[in-house]
């Protein structure tokens, strides 16, 4: 693929092309992906879903840079990302791509704040205390900044993590179940805050959800099943959404 721009000029800001994706276990091998073709504007937001080993979350990690596809190839913008040396990938990752973790991953012996400006001290360019204390406080978590994960509850965890995604203002923002540990109200202020970032920034959000109603926050909704995509939802509520899983978890049993 030359061209990065869509007919209607918009850039691509993600590309996954026939990606397949495979683990070994207990002497055989087990396929994930299986030729997912899929791609991502720049300034969308996107919901991934399927039933449980669909390939959801391997997918996230292939497009993040985090997981290497067995075959297929991957773009950020212009750039084939699938190929590129590990080092050279790892600086690219953290000057343009946020990864929220389902499990958080946050430095156990550093503060809240610490966490957040993390992966900018890890770039060389350490971001203002201002800036971190701004991103807490977007999470709804001001006054929390010296508090280490130890002394937060699971949700508040969560909400750090994705401090620390946004903070560095990345134009790709993946996110693995971001409002899982979050109770409803809590969960609705991130998804909005997410919306936010795409609508205010033009960053490009690719989120797995196993929720409807996170899921119709989204522009769009990508239906995986045994590792294929099979359906796409545009602007969906959240009862097509649910109807759309339903069918996609019958056809898998």
Request: net charge positive; aromatic share 4%.
């Amino acid at each position: 693929m030359n061209s990065f721009t869509t007919s209607t000029g918009t850039e691509i800001a993600a590309r996954g092309e026939e990606l397949h994706r495979g683990y070994r276990r207990a002497g055989s091998d087990i396929p994930v992906l299986r030729g997912v073709t899929v791609e991502f504007r720049r300034g969308t937001f996107t919901a991934v879903m399927g039933p449980s080993g669909s390939g959801k979350t391997t997918l996230l990690q292939c497009l993040a840079g985090l997981d290497r596809p067995d075959r297929g190839r991957i773009w950020w913008g212009p750039t084939p990302i699938d190929a590129l040396p590990e080092r050279r990938l790892a600086r690219l990752r953290r000057e343009q791509v946020g990864f929220v973790f389902q499990a958080f991953n946050l430095m156990p012996g550093m503060t809240a704040a610490q966490n957040v400006e993390l992966p900018g001290r890890m770039a060389g360019h350490r971001p203002p205390r201002a800036t971190v204390h701004q991103a807490l406080d977007r999470v709804g978590l001001a006054g929390r900044e010296r508090h280490r994960p130890a002394q937060l509850s699971g949700g508040q965890q969560q909400r750090v993590a994705i401090a620390r995604a946004l903070v560095s203002r990345p134009r790709i923002l993946f996110a693995d179940e971001p409002t899982g540990a979050l109770d409803r109200t809590t969960g609705t202020r991130i998804l909005h805050l997410l919306r936010e970032t795409v609508d205010r920034d033009g960053a490009t959000c690719v989120m797995v959800t196993h929720d409807p109603a996170a899921a119709a926050h989204a522009d769009r909704v990508l239906l995986l099943t045994d590792g294929r995509l099979v359906t796409e939802l545009h602007h969906p509520t959240a009862r097509q959404v649910a109807d759309a899983l339903a069918g996609a978890e019958g056809g898998a049993r």
